[in-house]
T-cell receptor
Framework: KNEVEQSPQNLTAQEGEFITINCSYS?????LHWLQQHPGGGIVSLFM???GKKKHGRLIATINIQEKHSSLHITASHPRDSAVYIC??????????FGQGTRLTINP | DTEVTQTPKHLVMGMTNKKSLKCEQH?????MYWYKQKAKKPPELMFV???????INESVPSRFSPECPNSSLLNLHLHALQPEDSALYLC??????????????FGPGTRLTVT
């Protein structure tokens, strides 16, 4: 069993739709990271959060520490949002434990 | 400068070759990381350097040899690799280490093919 479970594994939507990607984990953590990776590309850190909610442009990340669950939302999705979104938790300061990723495709 | 750079972007090497991957950051970060990523899989941590000292080696085979000549530069020396070592090698850095978690900044990666 993965220590970090992401759902869905694959998601296809139409431009403009509201997108939600979920992440569950089973241990106490220091922080939860959301990362984005475009095909063939490097990884971009979207959010690091320990509690509550963060917003950046059309992206919103929330975390419920008690329920060990985090969500990434994309409002007004656009084809350029097509990428793999990876959830990772951190215990202590160094090592990230990654989920398997959610492959998002936004069609025009 | 908020960028992590990696060279080369692509590398093809034979199993008897010796090559090196290079990673550089000028953000004053004191922790640097090497990850290996196979297709459609999440990254796997290989090594962590903290204040220029190797702090984590995730049981990586000795054919991979990391080096941190200074706080801005991280190398990965490759020797006698196997075809299964073909992957995207990602470098990352973070401001520090300790009890506080830090965001990691990733480079674009080096796509390595071992023939």
């Amino acid at each position: 069993k993965n220590e970090v479970e992401q759902s869905p594994q694959n998601l296809t939507a139409q431009e403009g739709e509201f997108i939600t990607i979920n992440c569950s984990y089973s241990v106490g953590i220091s922080a939860l990271h959301w990362l984005q990776q475009h095909p063939g590309g490097g990884i971009v850190s979207l959010f690091m959060l320990s509690s509550g909610k963060k917003k950046h442009g059309r992206l919103i990340a929330t975390i419920n520490i008690q329920e060990k669950h985090s969500s990434l939302h994309i409002t007004a999705s656009h084809p350029r949002d097509s990428a793999v979104y990876i959830c990772a938790y951190q215990r202590g300061a160094q090592k990230l434990v990654f989920g398997q990723g959610t492959r998002l495709t936004i069609n025009p | 400068d908020t960028e992590v750079t990696q060279t080369p972007k692509h590398l093809v090497m034979g199993m008897t070759n010796k090559k090196s991957l290079k990673c550089e950051q000028h953000m004053g970060h004191r922790a640097m990381y090497w990850y290996k990523q196979k297709a459609k899989k999440p990254p796997e941590l290989m090594f962590v350097y903290s204040y220029e000292k190797l702090s984590i080696n995730e049981s990586v085979p000795s054919r991979f040899s990391p080096e941190c000549p200074n706080s801005s530069l991280l190398n990965l020396h490759l020797h006698a690799l196997q075809p299964e070592d073909s992957a995207l090698y990602l470098c990352a850095s973070s401001p520090g280490t300790g009890a506080i978690p830090y965001e990691q900044y990733f480079g674009p990666g080096t796509r390595l093919t071992v023939t």
